[in-house]
């Protein structure tokens, strides 16, 4: 994995909870990735509501509940270590699935919040066909995106299903930054669905849990 790579960070040695079928007899798996100050548990509870039979759930935990310490919009020098930590943790989930048997292009990635974010900006600094990515109010880390610092060497998502949806008016993720997130993943060959909700805040609503549920289906029914 070559993202996260490199000596163990303050979220290396923290649990990663568990649920939906047993990773031994799953067929495929979703890797949930918590908000600031959440919980892994809480990931889980979110999980069980798009999740079918067959779909391990892995949800790996931040140190204080934390993956990095300041606005996702910053610098990405000034969340680091915990921003490259958080990377590798979802690498270490997505390893755990595979040593299962279970096939990357058969894990989805799902996050919320920080954890959208972190998600987001994993499948874009390691492209390959994964199962699908959910970021619910979420995007592309840094103060500003450079398209050139994902697309070179022609990345290829090879179609991963991605869904991003927010707020229109969220009071940390800008609207613009959906939009630039959006862009560089289709320029990654990525099937993008992008939702913006009128008014909505921060949170997770039933049409984004029903999308998301329609992408966890497909992980088993295809």
């Known amino acids: 994995m070559s993202v996260g790579d490199g000596a163990d ?25 918590h908000g600031r100050g959440a919980t892994a548990q809480g990931m889980i509870q979110i999980a069980n509501e798009v999740g079918r039979e067959g779909v391990a759930f892995l949800a790996p935990q931040a140190a204080r509940k934390t993956w990095y310490p300041n606005s996702f919009l910053e610098p990405v020098e000034r969340n680091e270590p915990g921003r490259t930590s ?4 979802i690498g270490d989930a997505i390893s755990e699935a595979n040593d299962a ?18 998600a987001s900006e994993f499948v874009a600094r390691d492209p390959r066909r994964y199962g699908g990515l959910a970021a619910l109010s979420g995007g592309l880390i840094g103060e500003d995106v450079d398209p050139d610092d994902y697309l070179a060497d022609d990345p290829d998502l090879e179609e991963t299903p991605v869904f991003l949806g927010c707020s229109d008016v969220d009071p940390h993720i800008p609207e613009e930054r959906v939009h630039e997130t959006a862009d560089v993943l289709e320029s990654m060959n990525a099937d993008v669905t992008k939702r913006l909700y ?25």
């Open 86 to 89: 958080g990377l590798r943790a």
């Open 101 to 118: 048997g279970i096939p990357t292009e058969r894990v989805m990635l799902m996050g919320f919040s920080q954890g959208a974010c972190l």
């Open 198 to 222: 009128e008014g909505m805040g921060h949170g997770v609503n039933e049409d984004e849990l029903e999308f998301v549920s329609g992408m966890v289906a497909d992980l088993v029914d295809d």
């Open 9 to 33: 960070g303050p979220h290396q040695g923290q649990p990663l909870v568990t649920g939906g079928t047993a990773l031994e007899d799953a067929e495929a798996a979703i890797v949930l990735t």
